[in-house]
């Protein structure tokens, strides 16, 4: 269910929702002139507030670690799909940063797959 | 054992028997391997601050050389994800007036970038699916002889990594990568809805100085494409310009009378 939600309909959700915020404004940006020229039928819209969406990345910041204040400002550099697709995805998101945490046989099997060549994980850092 | 771990053993099986069973993208012409970009900075980086060091890296190479990673950690850096979001990467470098380009995920994609001059931002996962270790480095050449990748890489200034394993590493983060480039010159490598679709969430992002440098590049560049010039006008509105917005969705209607969003855009801001 979860794997469904992710890969359909969140999606979908962040693919309509810039189109439908800024045109509820009137003027469509060029966010979403793209992505309706991407796919110009996709017309089964929800609506999704950025404001919304925003408050939702801010409050996730936060809980990640980072003092509300520079949140407010990572979130403000953010575009309207960009800030829903966070909002959807931040948990998953690849984070890139190093941090490996093995202990016992898995790093035993780590040494294995380095030494055949389908992981770089001792050398590279 | 969960089906991820299956599949990954089994697949080291496969690796064990025959040497290579992960599929990349075909090397590219290595025999027309792009000259080293030597002059990329280096900025050796912290405990987990990769996403900072690889972006100040860029950054700093196309002109921003006043940056640092220590300066961009705090917008970058996730302390409870001990790393970088790559939504992040993008947003920081338009905050910072560079249009973040990514390219086109392949080897070749990676030889072009680099053959116009343009280091190359990758996300890797060194480790594997199950035990990923996401990483940010910076390609800045390609080794023919010694069929190498040249990395600014954590520690190190220039790591050279295999190419078969490098493509691995690269493979897993579905060969995301990205270069940035100042607003007004637009690689020569850039395909205009590349370079449209870098450049548009500038505007929603209150970055729309760089959003309405980067469309009239595009308009001068590609004058015959109607986003472009629809994009242009969408800037101009976005800095409250609405008479010189309006010319310029007239010029991409005239272009493409298909184009509705123009149109759509034209009626909504008609005179009363």
């Not at chain 1, 404004?25 to 060029?30: E, N």
């Not at chain 1, 609506?47 to 996730?60: C, E, F, G, P």
């Not at chain 2, 242009?232 to 917005?245: E, K, P, S, W």
Request: proline fraction near 6%; charged fraction near 20%; include cysteine.
């Amino acid at each position: 269910m979860k794997h469904l939600l992710t890969r359909f309909v969140l999606p979908l959700l962040v693919a309509t929702f810039a189109w439908q915020s800024t045109a509820m404004a009137g003027v469509v940006g060029t966010e979403a002139m793209l992505q309706a020229e991407a796919a110009p039928h996709a017309d089964d819209r929800q609506t999704i507030d950025a404001m919304l969406a925003r408050d939702n990345v801010r409050a996730q910041m936060q809980a990640l670690g980072i003092d509300p204040a520079v949140a407010e400002e990572r979130v403000a550099g953010l575009s309207d799909a960009e800030a829903a697709h966070l909002a959807a995805n931040i948990e998953d998101a690849a984070a890139g940063g190093d941090a490996l945490a093995v202990v016992g046989v898995v790093f035993v099997v780590l040494l294995i797959l380095e030494a055949v060549g389908v992981t770089d994980v001792f050398k590279a850092i | 054992m969960s089906r991820c771990a299956w599949r990954s053993a089994t697949a080291l099986a496969v690796v064990a028997l025959s040497g290579c069973a992960l599929r990349g993208p075909a090397p590219g012409d290595l025999a027309q391997a792009p000259a080293e970009l030597a002059a990329t900075p280096f900025f050796e980086q912290r405990v987990d601050h990769c996403g900072p060091a690889a972006l100040a890296t860029l950054l700093v190479d196309s002109g921003r050389t006043e940056l640092t990673p220590d300066a961009l950690s705090p917008v970058l850096f996730v302390p409870e994800r001990a790393g970088t979001l790559r939504t992040e990467l993008l947003a920081v470098s338009r905050a910072q007036g560079r249009v973040p380009l990514t390219i086109n995920g392949s080897m070749d994609g990676l030889l072009a970038a680099l053959d116009a001059g343009y280091p190359v931002l990758v996300l890797q996962n060194l480790g594997v699916r199950w035990i990923p270790r996401w990483h940010y480095a910076v390609v800045v050449g390609v080794d023919a002889e010694r069929g190498t990748v040249v990395l600014r890489s954590g520690r190190e200034p220039r790591r050279h990594a295999p190419i078969d394993i490098f493509l691995r590493t690269w493979a897993r983060s579905d060969y995301w990568g990205m270069v940035v480039s100042a607003p007004d010159a637009a690689p020569p490598f850039a395909q205009p809805l590349q370079w449209l679709r870098a450049a548009a969430p500038a505007e929603s992002a209150g970055q729309t100085g760089l959003a309405l440098a980067a469309f009239t590049t595009a308009v001068t560049r590609w004058p015959e494409l109607a986003l472009a010039h629809a994009a242009l006008g969408n800037a101009h509105y976005a800095m409250g310009d609405t008479a010189q917005a309006r010319r310029y969705w007239q010029d991409a209607l005239r272009l493409n009378p298909d184009l509705q969003t123009a149109r759509d855009n034209l009626a909504a801001t008609a005179p009363d």
